[in-house]
């Protein structure tokens, strides 16, 4: 009787370990410092590439497909990578499972705020820079401040490419601008937003 008891305690013993080993393994938000990127007090260097699966022809948010994320996330590891770079997200899905995934493998999250359908018009960027726009942004902002992983936001993505499209720079500017301060306004956590410019 009394070894069954010890083996209940043992075995209940190793399954809450072998529980506590699933939980998400939490990363460190990434700050900067000068010019250069921190986790906590040590150096952050990135080494990642840019997620797209199916490339600019194919739209989907690839971290709203759990499937999908955790098949690639195996592939990430093998190539030794700790950042993702993602040019479109769908601000309404789910990401949860995919950042939490990512977040467990050691991986960061560089997102673009600008979609195909919201972004910056480099030939005309006034009418473009609007409330619809923005609430968008901030939309996205807000999904993703969340998420200790998420490194950076990218405020515009090649906008400004030529002498031509310059004039673009404000609004350019103006979007970094308000994305800190909405995340400011809304007490989220100070996630870094910088540029793309042209590769």
Known sequence: MRTAAALATL??????????????????PVTVNGNAFFAGSSRFYIRGLDYQPGGSSDLADPIADEVGCKRDIAEFQKLGINTVRIYTVDNTADHDACMTALADA??????????PFYSLNRADPNPSYNDVYLQNVFATVDAFAKYDNTLAFFSGNEVINDPATSNTAP???????DIK????????????VGYSAAD
């Open 106 to 115: 050691g991986i960061y999250l560089v997102l673009d705020v600008n979609t």
């Open 11 to 28: 075995a209940l013993g190793a399954s809450t370990a072998a529980a506590a080993t699933l939980k998400p393994r939490a990363v460190t």
């Open 171 to 177: 609004y350019v500017k103006a979007v970094t601008r």
């Open 181 to 192: 301060s909405f995340m400011n306004a809304r007490g989220l956590r100070h996630v870094p």
